[in-house]
């Protein structure tokens, strides 16, 4: 099944307007994404879409840099407490899988710009925040029935420290498979972004195609847009992109179009490409 996030059309800062023009040319399966101001939430309730829950999402009213292994106890409980909200609205709007990024050893201004390099935290000890912050979101979910999945970080130049991520968690294998082997199958997935694979490949050089292999078991969503192969640019699919070849091995879970700056037409080509990827 092919989904759109919200986060595909040109400015989609208010997630009902973004839904409406869905709603307009017929789009039914809608991934809520993470680039939306704050809304009231009883206007989703007007839509008839099939939902999927991704990450910064229901936006709070006071903005913040969701982080699961921030060091900040409060920032640490601030993105806890939002993804908490996030599997509660999968409950009221059915979605039946909420996905959260993997966190970081500093808390950035921004994200897809270079972070800071100060008051970063040892790796050790931020990877072992995040698995508790997990563990509790896991306990949660489970109670409301709600699968959940991690999407590993996408590591760019920008973000290197002499050639080497230590800014970013989960985006190797290595990490990946410490995560995996903390929780078990049915507890936790993994939503993979072919195009940050993409790019986090080329960086850390490793085999890209390898490292779907090894995680091929544990996918429970996919996200594809298109790059360079160096940077996140999501970008529309094309025929031939590394991307849209590798659809077909994931063809029984959601498959999330999160190309972005397009327009409906534009992403109806891409629904098309990427739908007779997978027959």
């Not at 009231?40 to 839509?47: G, S, T, V």
């Not at 979605?95 to 935290?121: C, E, I, M, Q, W």
């Not at 490949?201 to 090894?214: A, H, I, M, R, T």
């Not at 970008?235 to 849209?244: D, R």
Request: include cysteine.
């Amino acid at each position: 099944m092919i989904y759109v996030s919200t986060n595909c059309l040109k400015n989609p800062k208010n997630v009902i307007k973004v839904l409406k023009e869905y709603e307009k040319v017929g789009i039914e399966y809608v991934e809520l994404g993470s680039v939306h101001n704050y809304f009231n939430i009883k206007e989703l309730m007007r839509f008839d879409f099939k939902f999927l829950i991704h990450n910064y999402f229901p936006p709070p009213k006071n903005p913040f840099i969701f982080n699961l292994a921030s060091q900040k106890t409060m920032l640490r409980k601030k993105s806890i407490r939002l993804a908490k909200n996030a599997i509660d609205l999968c409950c009221e709007i059915n979605s039946p899988l909420y996905t959260f990024h993997a966190g970081f050893t500093v808390d950035p201004k921004d994200l897809g710009k270079k972070f800071l390099r100060k008051n970063t935290v040892n790796r050790k000890k931020a990877l072992e925040i995040f698995l508790n912050s997990s563990e509790e979101i896991i306990e949660y979910s489970k109670k409301r029935g709600i699968k959940i999945a991690v999407e590993p970080n996408v590591v760019q130049k920008f973000n290197l420290i002499n050639g080497k991520n230590e800014l970013l968690l989960f985006a190797d294998y290595p990490e990946i498979r410490l995560l995996l082997q903390n929780f078990k199958k049915n507890d936790l997935g993994l939503l993979i972004d072919l195009g940050h694979l993409a790019v986090t490949s080329f960086w850390l050089k490793f085999d890209k195609n390898e490292f779907l292999k090894k995680v091929k078991n544990r996918v429970y969503a996919i996200h594809v847009s298109n790059n360079n192969g160096k940077q996140d640019q999501h970008k529309s699919l094309t025929p031939s992109c590394w991307e849209i070849s590798h659809l077909k091995m994931f063809k029984r879970h959601p498959i999330i179009l999160e190309t972005m700056n397009l327009t409906t037409k534009k992403i109806e080509y891409n629904i098309d490409l990427a739908e007779r990827a997978i027959k």
